[in-house]
């Protein structure tokens, strides 16, 4: 909003003229997604602990430390939404078509996300939303967001994936493009859901992760950057590198809050919007492969859950001593904050190992 409104007048005030650029704009679109979350906290906070009682229910096999957070409300991700709402537009192009369609995949996930934390407080179980309804209404969101960005995109990239490593190649899905692009959308959304399990362990590889895209959609839209990396040309998505800016800094003031030991869980309500957010980007700016990289401790957890299932179904054993894999970790005698900080660590490992496909041609 700032873009549309003061742009105009830099003629007349040469300081307006900041507003032409995309890092000041990101820049302050993280400030003011910090302070949003920051200030709001403790009136949300307030507010959820009035609605919820006894707080999130604690998986009734799970690890027994987990016991003294009964009670810490959740649906924390209401505030992460709200300070990347205000903040994306404030200070992003809001004529800018990526910006919209990202902030409906955002929004949509995570009403769904709220819908199933609701049901888990008032049934007072951990299951919520039936898995099959879930999977349903986020197919439905992702294939409306699909549609849209195969209408804007340019002609040779609307059906195609791109590879790492490899210069000026490109995979022609056709048909099955859509059926992908859900898989990526609806993947990334469930993994970090899956990951959110111990205080700040999903937030800061989100984080990361976003850091990483918000410089990707920046230089895959800059012609001579693109050009210069062998990158795939896509017009008019650097803009969403603003979003970004207020997803980091929504989850910077969240983290302030969910910091050990948490006051607020995130909830399905933030984890579901930023792994779709995270989808959609990855989508947009033609890197899915690389979010499988750089988001590799998502998928990580997620693989854990697969092969623990089926494991269990085919030979009757577990091959975790519990799963998603950070609470196998726990039952190995792992402190929480171990967990977490050396699951940072990996995450950041791998946000460089993608970063370095940029490169890598």
């Given at each position: 909003m700032f873009?549309?409104?003061?742009?105009?007048?830099?003629?007349?005030?040469?300081?307006?003229?900041?507003?032409?650029?995309?890092?000041?704009?990101?820049?302050?679109?993280i400030f003011t997604g910090l302070l949003i979350a920051i200030l709001s906290g403790p009136g949300i906070i307030r507010w959820l602990k009035s609605k919820?009682?006894?707080?999130?229910?604690i998986r009734d096999d799970g690890p027994e430390s987990h016991l003294v957070k009964q009670g810490t409300p959740t649906m924390g991700g209401l505030m992460i939404l709200l300070a990347v709402i205000i903040s994306t537009l404030l200070w992003a192009d809001v004529t800018n078509p990526y910006?919209?369609?990202?902030?409906?995949?955002?929004?949509?996930?995570?009403?769904?996300?709220?819908?199933d934390d609701y049901l888990k407080l008032t049934k007072r179980n951990t299951k919520g939303l039936s898995g099959k309804l879930k999977l349903l209404l986020l197919t439905l969101i992702s294939v409306v967001a699909l549609l849209l960005t195969q209408h804007i995109m340019p002609d040779?990239?609307?059906?195609t994936l791109a590879v790492p490593f490899a210069k000026d190649f490109l995979v022609d899905l056709g048909i099955f493009f859509i059926p992908f692009g859900i898989l990526v959308m609806v993947g990334s959304g469930n993994a970090v859901n899956l990951t959110d399990g111990l205080d700040g362990l999903a937030i800061v590889p989100v984080m990361i992760a976003v850091a990483c895209f918000g410089l990707i959609t920046y230089l895959v839209s800059n012609a001579v950057f693109s050009g210069y990396l062998q990158l795939h040309y896509v017009p008019d998505c650097g803009e969403l590198a603003v979003l970004c800016g207020a997803l980091i800094g929504a989850g910077m003031g969240f983290l302030w809050y969910n910091a050990p030991p948490a006051m607020v869980f995130m909830g399905d309500t933030g984890s579901l919007s930023m792994g779709g957010?995270?989808?959609?980007?990855?989508?947009?700016?033609?890197h899915e492969i690389v979010l499988a990289i750089v988001g590799g401790l998502f998928v990580l957890e997620t693989v854990s859950v697969i092969v623990q299932v089926a494991s269990f179904k085919l030979r009757g054993k577990r091959i975790f001593r519990m799963a998603p894999l950070h609470h196998h970790f726990e039952q190995k005698g792992w402190p929480e904050s171990t967990v977490v900080i050396r699951f940072?660590?990996?995450?950041?490992?791998?946000?460089?190992?993608?970063?370095?496909?940029?490169?890598?041609?």
């Amino acid at each position: 909003m700032f873009f549309n409104l003061l742009t105009r007048f830099s003629d007349e005030f040469i300081l307006f003229n900041l507003f032409h650029y995309l890092t000041f704009r990101t820049g302050g679109a993280i400030f003011t997604g910090l302070l949003i979350a920051i200030l709001s906290g403790p009136g949300i906070i307030r507010w959820l602990k009035s609605k919820q009682g006894s707080g999130q229910p604690i998986r009734d096999d799970g690890p027994e430390s987990h016991l003294v957070k009964q009670g810490t409300p959740t649906m924390g991700g209401l505030m992460i939404l709200l300070a990347v709402i205000i903040s994306t537009l404030l200070w992003a192009d809001v004529t800018n078509p990526y910006v919209w369609i990202t902030l409906l995949v955002t929004i949509g996930f995570g009403v769904i996300g709220f819908v199933d934390d609701y049901l888990k407080l008032t049934k007072r179980n951990t299951k919520g939303l039936s898995g099959k309804l879930k999977l349903l209404l986020l197919t439905l969101i992702s294939v409306v967001a699909l549609l849209l960005t195969q209408h804007i995109m340019p002609d040779d990239l609307k059906t195609t994936l791109a590879v790492p490593f490899a210069k000026d190649f490109l995979v022609d899905l056709g048909i099955f493009f859509i059926p992908f692009g859900i898989l990526v959308m609806v993947g990334s959304g469930n993994a970090v859901n899956l990951t959110d399990g111990l205080d700040g362990l999903a937030i800061v590889p989100v984080m990361i992760a976003v850091a990483c895209f918000g410089l990707i959609t920046y230089l895959v839209s800059n012609a001579v950057f693109s050009g210069y990396l062998q990158l795939h040309y896509v017009p008019d998505c650097g803009e969403l590198a603003v979003l970004c800016g207020a997803l980091i800094g929504a989850g910077m003031g969240f983290l302030w809050y969910n910091a050990p030991p948490a006051m607020v869980f995130m909830g399905d309500t933030g984890s579901l919007s930023m792994g779709g957010a995270l989808g959609i980007m990855s989508v947009i700016s033609k890197h899915e492969i690389v979010l499988a990289i750089v988001g590799g401790l998502f998928v990580l957890e997620t693989v854990s859950v697969i092969v623990q299932v089926a494991s269990f179904k085919l030979r009757g054993k577990r091959i975790f001593r519990m799963a998603p894999l950070h609470h196998h970790f726990e039952q190995k005698g792992w402190p929480e904050s171990t967990v977490v900080i050396r699951f940072w660590i990996i995450a950041m490992v791998l946000a460089m190992i993608g970063l370095s496909t940029l490169k890598i041609r």
